[in-house]
C-alpha cells in the first residue's frame, strides 16, 4: 500500500489550502481513510475521517466548520479542504487508509500510513 500525501505549504492565518492523498495497493473503495496531523513536540491526532462511501465523516472538534474531508473513489484519493486556517493548525499531515469500510478516530484502527506533508501557519 502506498499513501502520498500532497498540497501542504506555508500560509498565513485565515488562508485555506487543500491537502490531497492519492492511494494505490489497496481496494481504495472499500477503504475507510483518514487524515492526522503532529504538530513539533506533541504527539500524533485524529483530524477527519471518511466512510468508504464518502459519508459519514467525523471530525475532531478544534476543526469543525472549518475542514472538509471529502474522497474521489475513481480517482482513489482523499482530499482534505482547509479553510481559515489557524496558527495551531501548523503541523505535519498525515494520511491513513484502514483494512476496514467504516471510518476509524484511532491511530490503531488504521493499517497504512503516508509520509505527511507540512502545513505552517503563520500569524
Known amino acids: 500500500v502506498q499513501l502520498q500525501a500532497s498540497g501542504g505549504g506555508l500560509v498565513q492565518a485565515g488562508d485555506s489550502l487543500r491537502l490531497s492523498c492519492a492511494a494505490s495497493?489497496?481496494?481504495?473503495?472499500?477503504?475507510?481513510m483518514g487524515w492526522f496531523r503532529q504538530a513539533p513536540g506533541k504527539k500524533r491526532e485524529f483530524v477527519a475521517t471518511i466512510n468508504w462511501s464518502g459519508s459519514p465523516t467525523y471530525y475532531t472538534d478544534s476543526v469543525k466548520g472549518r475542514f472538509t474531508i471529502s474522497r474521489d473513489n475513481a480517482k482513489n484519493t482523499i482530499y482534505l479542504q482547509m479553510d481559515d486556517l489557524k496558527p495551531e493548525d501548523t503541523a505535519v499531515y498525515y494520511c491513513a487508509a484502514r483494512n476496514s469500510m467504516y471510518y476509524g478516530v484511532y491511530e490503531s484502527q488504521y493499517d497504512s500510513w503516508g509520509q505527511g506533508t507540512q502545513v505552517t501557519v503563520s500569524s
Open positions: 495497493g489497496l481496494t481504495f473503495s472499500q477503504s475507510g
